[in-house]
């Protein structure tokens, strides 16, 4: 029920014979009086006809939201003195989206708007009062399925298809691109997915990410052995909620191991360059570059965010081609003085590890979040004496850059 207002006695508060008071508390005796006049001028309705015929009689219909209603009943509507309601704006497409102009000058009224969908329900609605405009003022409408506005008791909807650009923080807000009006906030009952713009999103991304042993046959390395990825998706939105996406990329790995003699190094050591190394290997580091290719599906989960992507979740597979390089620093005989340092590049390991595939997950909110690839060849392989496992887990860091405004 809405605030109702009425003129009440002097309470003993102040020197007043009269004060003004609101409150939900008159709504209802208000109503009902309304209520019995109206019956007295057309007592054949029934109860629920006289319900719906106060509902038309109020001062927004057919507007109606969450907070106001229809608006305030009036009496003329049952004395047949109401006069008809000349249009106070009309709605205008253009190449930028759908403009509202003013047909007159509407300073300091009420300008109530709200979205919904085709069933009637309502995602979102606002009320302003319009301090400055003149008959060629306009806004421009950026986000809504159905938009209907009233504007000094003249009501339109609008049926708008993916215009949209959203910009907020704490609800919906519309604007134009010259800022020539803006109405804000609106009150989001309840948040809902903002409608995508582009059916084609481009991002570039960097991921950051880690190696994790899941089996004991994979070699060990120490902890910060990094893997940094740069790439390029391009991601087709099927729908509001849901898309295909490819994505391009070139990584490069760093495994680091202690001074302390590795499988890698003997199959280094089959390279007529590093015969001369013993035991007494001061460094080890496995660099691999990796070219590689990914097929997967987004889903978006919840909107908002400075991208409007909000939470979305993407699983795809990917393969690559690799190519490594072993880096040594030994000395011969035990003489430390002779330290030298030679390169092996691509080594001979398990899956000859040139061509990879496997399986990638991401979790990411707007413009970050995190990642987990997992590769799947030579899975159930036995490791060969003269060979080696890499580790097939990599999580860490996505950051996209780029993305869809």
């Known amino acids: 029920m809405a605030f109702g207002h009425a003129y009440t006695a002097n309470t003993g508060s102040s020197n007043k014979e009269f004060h003004y008071v609101d409150g939900t508390s008159f709504s209802c005796p208000l109503v009902a009086g309304f209520a019995a006049c109206a019956l007295q001028a057309q007592p054949k309705l029934t109860a629920m ?25 009036q ?3 049952f004395t047949g003195t109401r006069k008809a309601v000349e249009p106070t704006f009309k709605f205008q497409k253009t ?7 003013f047909l007159k000058n509407v300073k300091n009224s009420y300008m109530y708007l709200k979205n919904s969908k085709a069933d009637g329900t309502i995602t979102a609605y606002s009320q302003k009062k319009i301090e400055s405009v003149n008959k060629n003022s306009h806004f421009l409408i950026t986000e809504g399925d159905i938009v209907t506005i009233n504007i000094g008791g003249y009501t339109q909807s609008y049926t708008v298809n993916n215009h949209s650009r959203v910009s907020s923080t704490d609800g919906i807000t519309i604007e ?8 804000s906030p609106f009150y989001t009952i309840p948040s809902t997915i903002k409608p995508i713009e582009k059916k084609l999103a481009k991002e570039s991304y960097y991921m ?16 910060w052995s990094p893997t940094l990825r740069i790439g390029f998706r391009s991601v087709f939105n099927i729908t509001k909620s849901y898309g295909w996406g490819l994505a391009f990329e070139y990584g490069h790995s760093s495994f680091r191991f202690g ?22 290997v ?29 939470l979305h979740w993407d699983l795809g597979i990917y393969g690559n081609w690799a190519h490594n390089a072993y880096k040594l620093a030994g000395s011969h005989d035990g003489d430390i003085a002779t330290t030298r340092k030679e390169v092996v590049r691509n080594l001979d390991l398990l899956d000859s590890y040139r061509w990879n595939w496997g399986v990638t997950t991401r979790l990411t909110y707007d ?16 490791v060969a004496a003269d060979k080696v496992l890499m580790p097939r887990l990599e999580v860490g860091i996505n950051l996209s850059i780029g993305a869809l405004k």
């Not at 190449?95 to 102009?101: A, H, L, N, P």
């Not at 460094?283 to 909000?310: A, M, W």
Request: include cysteine; hydrophobic fraction near 35%.
């Open 282 to 310: 001061k460094k080890h580091k496995l660099n691999l570059g990796e070219v590689g290719i990914e097929l997967f599906q987004r889903v978006r989960i919840i909107p908002l965010g400075l991208t409007h992507k909000g």
């Open 208 to 223: 950051l990410g880690l190696p994790i042993n899941i089996q004991t046959e994979e070699l060990d390395h120490n902890f």
């Open 95 to 101: 190449d930028k989206g759908v403009q509202v102009v």
């Open 259 to 280: 001074n302390e003699a590795n499988r890698l190094d003997s199959l280094a050591a089959m390279d007529d360059n590093v015969r001369w190394l013993d035991k007494k």
């Open 75 to 77: 009496a003329d509507y």
């Open 176 to 183: 134009s691109d010259d800022d020539s009006l803006y109405v």
């Open 49 to 73: 006809q006289l319900f719906h015929e106060i509902e038309k009689s109020a001062d927004l219909y057919p507007y109606c939201d969450y907070s106001y209603g229809y608006g305030v009943p």
């Open 367 to 382: 413009v970050i979040g995190l990642y987990a690839r997992l590769r799947l060849n030579g899975i159930g392989k036995d």
